[in-house]
């Protein structure tokens, strides 16, 4: 009974941390936009200003997550990295797919404003900066501050690893649901989440194949940036390659596999570098 409470403690006090510290995020995020949205006023009427905004939301929040919990965070964690150029090359295919995808979308739809105008260029160069800032506030939040919460519960169990990664990528997943409140419809933010799903065990196990948190922020911003840039050019209404649903499917299964698979290599090398020492 002793051993089977334990396990319900090591269970629920890591959970109940990211319940905490989602709300906390949660909470500043909606004190930080009305307090931008208060100092900017109409500034969203224009497209560069729009994302201006969300520049200076993402990283106040940011700053704001830093100070409460940069303790809780290794950004550089202390091992050495085992990534080879074709194990490299092997975690970016797919990511790489998917912002591929995004630019042929780009070339081959019908657009509101050429990349290649002065308002492309501006336009191109705000958003990677502010989806960037998305990618820093996310994964300092996900990767940093929530996976290493589990990971320093549960490392040093049989299987804590996976749960540590399987559980915060699916929390990770199940957050983008706040999105129906935005007026998204259930089906599409349903395949939103496990497409996020699938992305977070990718982004965990790149963490933890290369031991700096920069390589998911990069990552993760990137592929935003893809996305974002290709909706705006296109004015969010556009027909897309007919297989493009398969290709988004086959990209989530990607990123899963290939994720499960480095956090594979890394509990195998954890082990022969340790030893089994698993509770």
């Not at 797919?97 to 509101?112: E, N, P, S």
């Not at 296109?234 to 086959?250: A, C, E, F, R, T």
Request: hydrophobic share 50%; aromatic share 16%; glycine share 8%.
């Amino acid at each position: 009974m002793e051993r089977k409470n334990s396990w319900i403690s090591d269970f629920l006090i890591p959970v109940g941390y990211t319940v905490l510290v989602y709300a906390i995020w949660e909470g500043i995020g909606f004190f930080v936009s009305f307090v931008v949205g208060k100092m900017t006023g109409n500034w969203t009427e224009s497209l560069n200003n729009t994302y201006v905004v969300m520049l200076l939301q993402e990283i106040s929040v940011f700053l704001i997550m830093y100070v409460l919990f940069h303790k809780k965070v290794d950004f550089v964690r202390d091992e050495k990295s085992s990534v080879s150029l074709l194990s490299a090359f092997a975690i970016l295919i797919f990511p790489l797919i998917q912002i591929g995808d995004d630019l042929m979308a780009i070339f081959y739809g019908k657009r509101v404003f050429s990349l290649f105008s002065g308002k492309g260029i501006q336009f191109f160069v705000i958003c990677c900066i502010a989806c960037l800032s998305i990618g820093l506030m996310e994964e300092f939040v996900w990767r940093g501050i929530i996976l290493n919460g589990f990971l320093s519960a549960w490392k040093d169990k049989r299987k804590g690893i996976y749960f540590a990664v399987l559980i915060s990528s699916l929390c990770f997943g199940l957050c983008h649901y706040m999105n129906l409140l935005a007026g998204q419809d259930f089906l599409s933010t349903t395949k939103q989440v496990i497409s996020a799903v699938c992305m977070g065990v990718f982004l965990s196990a790149l963490y933890l194949q290369t031991n700096h948190l920069v390589f998911p922020v990069l990552v993760h911003g990137l592929c935003d940036f893809s996305n974002f840039l290709m909706n705006e050019i296109l004015g969010w209404d556009y027909s897309v390659w007919k297989y493009d649903d398969i290709l988004q499917w086959i990209l989530a299964g990607g990123y899963l596999l290939t994720g499960m698979y480095f956090v594979c290599r890394y509990i195998k090398n954890q082990q022969e570098k340790d030893g089994e020492t698993f509770e």
